[in-house]
């Protein structure tokens, strides 16, 4: 019992790991139906863990997937590759700036706008040409075997989508706006609903304990709302 609860961060990680690559497979051999609302809970429900894949390389840029640096390491490279080839030593770096300086100028991800300036303004600090290089490459490879159709559905719309969500419920919400003086992480928090915490973005929406407890790996997040 022991043994699973100290290795409990890097069993959830292959779970989601795998879980989205089932579902990617599952996916891309889809007999594509408009008509039924399964081909839109499958994109939707792929968006959902492209959204898992960021979250487990995030939390192994705060090394808590595992106590071990190499196993901690290891897995938020391949988190972040498969969501569209983000590299993590790019992102790690990045994401240790927002922390250090949360909601100014130097922070890459803070932008002083509105939704889709701000948007963009994510994105380009993320995005790089070797990514669009490798999901080209990637693209003309894998439509020699799946149809165009469910490369798009399943593997191209979940990602750009999850964009979305990991900008609106991580960044977006959180940072936008004037914060009180004496909030000291210039971040807000979504009011306590672990169910739809969870749905939206990992817990994420707790945003305001994250960044008071960056340790804090987000399958345990919610434990922390409330008590900061």
Known sequence: MNSIKNHLGVIIALIIIMTWGVCLAIGLNFNVNFSSPFTYLLILFQMHLYTGLFITAHDGMHGTISKNKQTNKLIGTISALLFSFNFYYKLNPKHHEHHRFVATDKDPDYHHGSFFPWYLSFLKQYITWQQIVLMAISFNILKLFFPVENLILFWMLPAILSTFQLF?????????????????????????????????????????????????????????????
């Open 168 to 228: 609106y419920f991580g960044t977006y919400l959180p940072h936008r706006g004037i914060h009180a003086p004496d909030n000291k992480h210039f971040s807000r928090s979504q009011k306590k609903n672990h169910l739809w915490a969870f749905l939206s973005c990992y817990f994420f929406g707790y945003h305001y304990e994250h960044h008071d407890s960056p340790g804090t790996p987000w399958w345990q997040l919610y434990k922390v709302k409330g008590k900061v």
